[in-house]
């Protein structure tokens, strides 16, 4: 059975998106360790966006619909990481591994970020897959823990826990 949603709640849902979005965006900012790039089709590509309905080749649209949200660039510009971003109220194995598998279907190598309110997650797809859906709590190592602990805390001002 589907669940539909209403023109409420799909907004709300993308809302949600949206602030998670932002969280990530200046926290990674923040860290002074990565120059944070806008990535995904409404940000690149919004003119093509807006004419997909058009084209006759869909599976390029579709392609670019499902961009990741961003790229990282290490300041040394040896490392790059495209990353999905996502929302989600409570963390399920088996919903994290069904993301994993649709985003590593259209791009390779590609981070997943689900930001929550208990707290970030953070994994590249492929191992997401191996694991069976297991998504490692965003490492000391990208964000420590103060500023993990304080973005938590105005993602949760943001949105309701519900």
């Known amino acids: 059975m589907i669940n539909k949603q209403t023109p409420v709640e799909f907004s709300e849902q993308l809302i ?3 602030v998670a979005e932002l969280v990530f965006s ?3 900012r923040n860290s002074n360790k990565f120059t944070v790039i806008p990535f995904g089709y409404e940000n690149t590509f919004p003119e093509i966006a807006q004419y997909a309905y058009l084209a006759n080749d869909k ?3 579709e392609t670019i619909r499902n961009a990741p949200d961003f790229a990282l660039v290490s300041h040394d510009k040896r490392e790059v990481y495209l990353v999905e971003v996502k929302y989600r109220h409570i963390l399920n194995k088996e919903h994290v591994l069904e993301m994993a ?3 590593q279907s259209r791009w390779k190598s590609v981070q997943l970020f689900i930001a929550t309110p208990n707290g970030f997650y953070f ?3 492929g191992n997401i897959i191996t694991s ?3 998504i490692p709590s965003l490492d000391i190592s990208w964000i420590n823990k103060k500023d993990q602990k304080e973005y938590t805390r105005l993602l949760n001002e943001f949105i309701a826990n519900k």
């Open 26 to 28: 200046q926290m990674f």
């Open 123 to 125: 994994g590249n797809c």
């Open 132 to 134: 069976k859906g297991v």
């Open 59 to 61: 599976q390029v649209f």
């Open 16 to 18: 949600k998106g949206k």
């Open 101 to 103: 598998e649709k985003i």
